[in-house]
């Protein structure tokens, strides 16, 4: 397998008309090669007649202005020219980590072995075959507006060295590096070392695949800005797993926009109540059944329903707790 295929963004181009370029002293124009957020990778072939060579050049074009442009950190990125002589397959392929907007720079070819049809550098039609490999382990959100992890691609030589778990899902997958999850995995829900696998395959109907992706985005620490469905469907991934810090985040998340609204009646905060109890989430538990028991008889509340909804039976000693000090004392 080509080592193109441990970098994110991959693939092969031809670049036309090299010989009538070599003899134009002319670069190749750019080749357009991918598009992610607002730039493009481009390739192009340039021409050195001082030194009689040529070689291909990376880079990376943003569509704004350059300062405004979401230019990923240094990346690993792989250019290597394919031939048919065996003599020149390893001297022709180059391994680097591009800063930012700075061109890469591939292997210099003189004029010579270039034009000379038996080393193979040209097709019959006079075009070079280059493969590309740019790797992006991160990638902006310009809904968010804050840089996420590229989830949707393998971690960098990830296979190799093991340091990769695999999240699948039919035929749908995510991926993330190991030890970034397994810090906050107390409990090995998604990976346990005595299992043969770094495969977590996911339930086919209870967990969507773009709900998984924010709790893992979470779970390693970026901070998006979720509405109260989103955050409520992050967290029955984060109970199922065990995940504290994403419940942690959603809980806070849900009692900052719990805090701000202006309820009429008691549907909403019974109901979170409700799913605070279940999910264990006592922080907002305590504020949706504080405001609900401040209001028993403006929204003309029943003592018994409200105790019943809430599941008195079926609660844990802590969540117990936390009603009992609302009734009793009025505070948690």
Partial sequence: MSERFKYSHNGICKIPNVPETIAADRNVPSIFLFEMNDFRGMIYLAVRSDRKMIYPVAYLLGHNPPESTRIPPPAPIFLKILIKNPNFMNKNKIKVFAEGKSPLFGPEIPFLDVLNLKNGFLDENGAMTIEYGFHFDSIFDEDQEIWKFNLKCEVFDGESKKNMITYEKGKNKLFSHKQLILFHDSHSKIYNETQETDTLKLPLYFIKMKNFEKFLQIAHGVQLKLDSSDLWSVIVIAHRYGIKNVLAYCERQLVMDFEEENYTDEFIP?????????????????????????????????????????????????SRKIVMANVLYGEY
């Fill in 270 to 318: 019974i109901q979170y109540a409700m799913r605070a109890i279940k999910f264990n989430l006592y922080r907002l538990l305590a504020v949706s059944l504080e405001l609900v028991l401040k209001n028993l008889e403006k929204w003309d509340i029943d003592t018994d329903y409200l105790f019943k909804s809430l599941n008195w039976e079926e609660m844990t000693n802590e």
